[in-house]
């Protein structure tokens, strides 16, 4: 027992002797480590006790609860090293430039792609027969009734064997037009190989004895010919004064005489409208002096009719 008591008596007084003995005290750390030092006595003294301490020393003493010790590791890393900036790498492009970039890189791999697909299929369409016009079946025409359809089909069928889309259209168009019952054509693409054709005829007026022969004439003085189709019935007035040699608008202003004839005799009152019926030949050989030749009851009669107010005469 009195051992024991002589071993506690010389830890006390070494304790003590640590608390009391003056240390210069530069830091917070300092004192967090004489805290800890007196902590560390503590745990190996069996029996707890109050140390003496100096009330000179007071301002030594430290509340463990008020430490902080993860400030006190970054206040002694402050003095260890110094801060290093850390470089920043900024790209040499602005923002907004990049996204423009990005964009145009977008356009043009479209535009690239969309220009391959365009070279592919143009390839695939001029070399595939799938698009080459077989027969004269391939070919569809509509609306022919008095032009020669064996002539339109001729034209028409120029293209069997060809490639679809090497069919020149326009001068199709063009070809047909040239054949004087066609007014008007139309000339498409049936993919894959079929090509249409669409007529639409002039429409005769009356007939006209251009040296011995007679032909149908329009209201622009196109000489059509007669038509291909003989189940059609025209009853028109003879044009006499028209020669095989006169150009187009030659022929064009004689009809516009025609034209006005007709149209006042058959604005007339209704007791007169069998007038248009009764012609039988329009002289228009001088455009001062129309002459026609009437068919009447009481029989045939040539009347001049001069070059206007046809009906006043």
């Known amino acids: 027992m009195l051992a024991h008591n002589s071993v506690d008596r010389d830890l006390m007084a070494r304790d003590s002797i640590e608390l009391t003995q003056p240390e210069p005290v530069t830091s917070t ?47 002694e890393s402050q003095f260890l090293r110094t801060s290093r900036r850390v470089p920043v790498r900024r790209s040499t492009i602005p923002k907004i430039a990049a996204n423009r970039l990005k964009i145009a890189g977008v356009i043009a791999a479209v535009v690239v792609g969309c220009a391959g697909i365009s070279a ?16 004269s079946d391939s070919v569809e025409i509509s609306g022919v009734r008095n032009a020669p359809r064996a002539l339109v089909m001729e034209v028409a069928g120029a293209d069997i064997a060809r490639n679809i889309f090497s069919v020149p259209l326009d001068e199709r168009k063009k070809q047909l037009e040239q054949i004087p019952w066609v007014e008007q054509a139309t000339v498409m693409r049936l993919l894959p190989n079929r090509i249409a054709v669409t007529i639409q005829e002039r429409t005769p007026v009356a007939f006209a004895q251009i040296g011995s022969r007679i032909s149908l004439i329009d209201a622009n003085g196109v000489v059509m010919g007669l038509p291909a189709n003989r189940k059609t019935r025209y009853s028109f007035p003879v044009i006499r004064g028209i020669t095989e040699t006169e150009p187009l608008s030659s022929r064009a202003a004689a009809m516009k005489i025609y034209n006005r004839l007709v149209s ?50």
């Open 264 to 313: 006042e005799l058959s604005d007339s009152a209704e007791s007169n409208a069998h007038y248009v019926q009764q012609l039988s030949e329009v002289d228009l050989a001088d455009p001062e002096d129309v002459k026609v030749t009437a068919n009447d009851p009481g029989g045939t009669m040539v009347v001049h009719l001069g070059a206007q107010d046809f009906l006043g005469h």
């Open 120 to 135: 592919w299929a143009y390839e695939y369409g001029t070399s595939s027969w799938r698009f080459r016009i077989q027969s």
């Open 29 to 75: 750390l300092g004192k967090a480590r004489s805290l800890a030092a007196v902590q560390r006595g503590a745990s190996r003294s069996p029996k707890s006790f109050t140390p003496e301490i100096n009330p000179d020393d007071s301002e030594l003493l430290i509340n463990p609860e008020d430490l902080d010790l993860d400030e006190l590791d970054g206040e």
